[in-house]
């Protein structure tokens, strides 16, 4: 029944918002509890990221093979990916064909956004509320809104009054977009920006590439699955997942035991010319143990990487401004390329480096920086994301007494195991701040999550209990812990959304513990301990 006709209605057991990877399948595990669940989502189907992100080139990062669902037989033997990184209209795809399967749709309300969500404490419910006025009530919520999911427009003058056409990848239009002799600009060099331009330039008329900061790119090298492969693929699954879930962040890929500098610098040099060829994270994932740790061991990764950009852009200038300065490899998320650095050969693409000459304004006829006016028919903003907290503080969270948790996240975010908050009880963050799943190979720790969610909900209903809540010294533990796994990182030390930094957004200036730093199997491992421990750190009423 939809809420619309059913004004508040009588209460579900569960709400959860957002119906990507991580809503539908905690859907699906809720539905096998005989709980009735109603699924509230701003798109107009099903897919989260996939359904938002379709920008040209979008594909995955992870192997195909590694990101799908593991928890049903039937999915895993009927799907068949068609490349080992499928792009996103095949993924869109799939998150279709498994909404179909377990028929999640009639327990999914579209097109709907929620803005805000409060703890009614006498009736031990949470009401969330829609942008257009709809409510509904629940004794549990589960936020399942994603860790990149709030894009963000540059906050440059004048961006309303350019007169062409102007997209942000994370809202590409569901309609095909040509860029066959047009001129067009794009802003934004990370993961994003990096397959638009490598796919935009393949058609573009003339292609102005702004660049704030250079990322260290490696190659992707994608293909497709044939026959034989498939067969392996499938007959392996039991072994992939569970690689998988004995690695760093849940991806093929896992660190090599060796250190960068205990080998020699002819075996050091192969190493790595080895994982450049190789497909996927191996460079990054699977690298010398101590390369995302060690400041001299990551500074051979980077003089290899910066060799690479070199012999691959012909002009020396180019090749210069696309070498990274400020950070080195693997402290950024990588963007995986497919003839990225190429680009930059071809006669009709021009690099604007912006530390040399900002960006002033946008102007009704282009982009107009301290250098040069450049008039351009199209501007893609490849601008990134209000990563992690952003999403949640786009819904106005209020947990007992009226408490908001903008306010309670004011100075960084505090959780226990990044899933549950104190002050604000039946409420669980999938993929939230603090947890494992925002620095992993996603849709493994989107299931680890969900589980273990699930297995708490049923426990409480085991046990008679309607309300549960971390202790105020549970949350500062783990808030601790987490701080505590992040130092030893080096990417922390650098600026990127994984440290809550958006140049766009007010207040998201300074490096905050987001992401849980100490691997998706010290995390799971963390996750067992405190349920089998009778949920120590929570308190049941
Ligand atoms: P991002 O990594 O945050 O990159 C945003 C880019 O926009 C940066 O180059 C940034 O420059 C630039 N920018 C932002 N505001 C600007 C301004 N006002 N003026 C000029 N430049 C500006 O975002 P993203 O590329 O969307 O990627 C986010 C994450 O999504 C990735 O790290 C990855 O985890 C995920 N992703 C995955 C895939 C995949 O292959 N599966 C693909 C895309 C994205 P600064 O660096 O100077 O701030």
């Not at 209460?11 to 809503?23: E, H, M, T």
């Not at 610098?265 to 010319?273: H, P, Q, T, V």
């Not at 930059?344 to 301290?370: K, M, S, W, Y």
Request: contains cysteine; proline residues 5%.
């Amino acid at each position: 029944m939809s809420l619309r006709s059913a004004g508040l209605g009588e209460p579900y057991d569960v709400i959860v918002i957002g119906a990507g990877l991580s809503g539908m399948y905690q859907l699906h595990r809720l539905r096998e509890l005989g709980l009735s669940v109603r699924v509230f989502e701003a798109g107009d189907d099903v897919g989260g990221t996939w359904y938002w992100n379709r920008y040209p080139g979008a594909r995955f990062d992870s192997e195909s093979w590694t990101y799908g669902y593991s928890f049903s037989d039937e999915i895993l033997r009927e799907w068949e990916w068609s490349e080992h990184f499928a792009a996103q209209p095949e993924t869109l795809r799939y998150c279709n064909f498994v909404a179909d399967k377990l028929d999640l749709r009639r327990d999914i309300e579209f097109d709907c956004r929620i803005k805000a969500a409060a703890y009614d404490e006498a009736a031990g419910q949470w009401e969330v509320e829609s942008e257009d006025g709809r409510r509904a009530r629940a004794r549990f919520l589960i936020t399942a809104i994603g860790p990149l999911s709030a894009p963000t427009m540059p906050t440059i003058p004048g961006v309303e009054s350019f007169r062409g056409e102007a997209y942000h990848t994370g809202t590409w239009p569901h309609r095909p977009v040509s860029f066959a002799g047009k001129r067009v600009a794009v802003i934004g060099t990370g993961a994003t920006g990096v397959q638009a331009i490598t796919e935009i330039a393949k058609t573009v008329g003339h292609l102005t590439v702004f660049q704030r900061t250079p990322n260290w790119c490696a190659p992707l090298h994608n293909s497709p699955i044939d026959p034989a492969d498939q067969a392996r693929i499938k007959a392996r699954y039991p072994e992939i997942f569970e690689t998988c879930r004995n690695s760093f962040g849940c991806f093929i890929h896992d660190a090599d035991p060796r250190n960068a500098l205990e080998v020699s610098s002819e075996e050091r040099e192969a190493f790595f010319e080895q994982r450049y060829r190789e497909p996927g994270f191996g460079i990054w994932m699977g690298n010398f143990r101590d390369v995302l740790i060690n400041r001299d061991a990551n500074a051979t990764i980077s003089d290899f990487m910066r060799r690479k950009i070199r012999e691959r852009v012909r002009d020396p200038k180019i090749a210069e401004k696309l070498i990274p300065t400020n950070h080195g490899f693997g402290t950024r998320r990588v963007p995986l390329e497919s003839g990225y650095y190429e680009v930059f050969n071809q006669d009709n693409v021009r690099l604007v480096d912006l530390r040399e000459t900002p960006i002033e304004r946008i102007t009704p006829a282009g982009v107009r920086t301290t250098g040069a006016e450049h008039a351009v028919d199209m501007i893609v903003y490849a601008t990134g994301f209000d990563a992690i907290t952003g999403a949640f503080d786009r819904i106005e969270f209020r947990g007992i007494a009226g408490r908001r948790l903008r306010d309670k996240w004011a100075e960084g975010p505090r959780t226990y195991l990044g899933l549950q908050i104190e002050g604000f009880p039946n409420l669980f963050t999938l993929v939230g701040p603090h947890n494992a799943a925002t620095f992993c190979n996603i849709p493994r720790c989107i299931e680890q999550n969900v589980d273990w969610v699930t297995a708490l909900i049923r426990h409480m209903r085991e046990k008679g209990h309607t309300r549960v809540e971390p202790t105020a010294e549970a949350e500062r533990e783990w808030t601790q812990h987490v701080l505590d796994t992040g130092r030893r990182m080096l990417f922390t030390q650098v600026d990127s959304w994984m440290m809550g930094i958006n140049s766009n957004v007010a207040g998201k200036q300074k490096r905050t513990f987001i992401v849980y730093a100490g691997g998706a199997p010290k995390y799971r491992e963390k996750c067992d301990e405190v349920a089998a421990a009778a949920y120590v750190g929570f308190t049941f009423g």
